[in-house]
């Protein structure tokens, strides 16, 4: 590693959640970790990797704080590759933020939130995209959240990514050797096998830029609006599922005038479930209000429930008609009050997206649940092994990576010089470098740090 201490201060954070718990641990880091850290333990001394039993003393006044576990991470085998000390000490509240303060009136500063990730980055130990992936392990709130982030932490993506990024920096360097010597003295790659090699690396791209919508499904689970007439049952389903009194049941039409979202966790599935104003057409003012957020819900759904009364379908088609308008997402049709059926019906027999349900009486909600999870999971491939991008940044940067490379066939095809087919591809790789870092700005750098916890 070049330079362990590209920061000059030495900082330090209760890295464990605030509130009850046995253990707190708090960090410090930088070029002065160890010796300040020493300035209130009652060792001497720590030796790398080892665990110390010592006491926290507060030498001004030399009284005792804490019995706690210390443990010296020297540079550059640590979290941030600088010297690392932590501190376990009791848990609570107050035990831990009286050796904050002490160790800041030793000199330490207090930590910005995810500066000990930044610190990693900036000092090499990860890469952007497993800084980023580390503040999404810490914030996944589904198995499959978590395992995307922890692909990405391990490096999975940065690998797919630089492989790509290897080739088009092959590719650029021939070009530019080609440019340096006559064709007496270098065999020139052939035009077809110049485009034959961009057009690989775009598949790629393209792959992985495809990959975003299952990504972003995974980390942040599956947007399930449930709309339909007023009266449908909407607001019994979701109360139904989360088996609570979320929303406000009655049998007035236009109960629901806002959107009431709720997080249900299935089978290692996130589904945020989307309770709406039931679709009608309306002169009352707030109703249509609701109504209008209504479809700007359906349009962001990833997957639509379309609730109706079994005993009064007839304006079914239309209501399929005005989500199709809307969005092409997959619909799922829950046939509701399936009780009030006089006579058994296979109504919906013939159609795998038709399921028949009661809400209130809580029938068919697991076969419900199974049709969405195996929608989703065909839909957005959610339990493929592949890697897949999951952050916004990282679409936009693979899409203007093919921009250039499409600009770079466009240059080759015009018969254009090496320089400005190097020119595209050259900004293809900026735009890659952007994802894993090397080239991000501050600006985009404090946007993803100060969105992670203090102690990270
Ligand atoms: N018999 C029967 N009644 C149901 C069932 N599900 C809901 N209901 C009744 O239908 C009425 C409307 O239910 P809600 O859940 O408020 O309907 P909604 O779709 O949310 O209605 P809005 O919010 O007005 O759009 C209530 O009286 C519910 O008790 C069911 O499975 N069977
Ligand atoms: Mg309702």
């Known amino acids: 590693m070049k330079n362990r201490y590209l920061f000059d201060d030495t900082i330090c954070a209760i890295a ?68 690392i000390i932590e501190i376990s000490s009791h848990g609570g509240i107050t035990t831990p933020n009286r050796i904050l303060k002490l160790l800041h009136s030793v000199g330490i500063r207090l930590a910005e939130p995810g500066e ?44 797919l990514i630089n492989e790509i990024k290897d080739k088009l920096v092959e590719i650029s360097s021939i070009l530019e050797l080609e440019l340096d010597f006559s064709e007496e003295e270098i065999n020139p790659l052939p035009k077809n096998k110049l485009n034959e090699k961009i057009k690989n690396s775009i598949k790629s791209l393209k792959t992985l830029s495809k990959s975003y919508s299952s990504g972003k499904i995974k980390r942040e689970g599956v947007l399930i609006p449930i709309v339909g007439k007023p009266n449908a049952g909407k607001s019994s389903l979701l109360n139904a599922l989360l088996k609570e009194n979320r929303a406000i049941i009655s049998n007035t039409p236009g109960t629901t005038r806002d959107s009431i979202e709720e997080v249900f966790k299935h089978h290692g599935n996130l589904f945020r479930l989307v309770d709406t104003a039931g ?37 079914l088609e239309n209501e399929i008609n005005n989500i199709r308008s809307l969005t092409d997402v997959p619909i799922i049709i829950a046939l509701n009050k399936s ?30 649940l199974k049709l969405l999870a195996e929608t989703a999971e065909e839909t957005y491939k959610i339990t493929s092994e592949s890697v897949a991008i999951c952050h916004l940044r990282h679409k936009q940067a693979i899409e203007n990576a093919i921009d250039s490379l499409n600009n770079s066939i466009n240059a080759i095809n015009k018969n254009m010089s090496n320089e400005f087919i190097a020119f595209d591809i050259q900004n293809a790789v900026t735009s890659l470098n952007d994802i894993t870092g090397q080239t991000t700005s501050q600006d985009v750098l404090n946007n993803i740090f100060s969105n992670f916890c203090i102690g990270k």
Do not use: C, W
């Open 279 to 315: 679709l009608r057409s309306v002169e009352n003012e707030v109703e249509k209000i609701g109504i209008e957020r209504t479809n700007s819900i359906i349009e962001k759904g990833d997957i639509i429930l379309l609730i109706s009364d079994v005993t009064q379908l007839d304006s």
């Open 339 to 368: 009780d009030l059926l006089k006579r058994k019906t296979d109504i919906a027999k013939n159609d795998r997206m038709k399921i028949l349900i009661s809400a209130k009486h809580e029938q068919n909600l697991d076969g419900l």
């Open 16 to 83: 464990t959640p605030v509130g009850l718990g046995g253990i707190a641990v708090i960090r410090v880091s930088g070029k002065k970790a160890l010796i300040l850290s020493l300035k209130i333990l009652e060792v001497k001394n720590l030796n790398p990797r080892i665990s110390t039993f010592t006491h926290v003393l507060d030498k001004n006044t030399k009284s005792v704080i804490d019995s706690a576990v210390a443990t010296y991470f020297e540079s550059p085998h640590s979290y941030t590759g600088e010297d």
């Open 116 to 159: 000990f990730t930044r610190r990693a980055f900036v000092n090499g130990k990860l890469d952007l995209l497993q800084a980023e992936a580390v503040g999404d392990v810490i914030n996944s709130v589904s198995e499959n959240s978590q395992k995307i982030a922890e692909d990405i932490l391990e490096g999975k993506l940065s690998k």
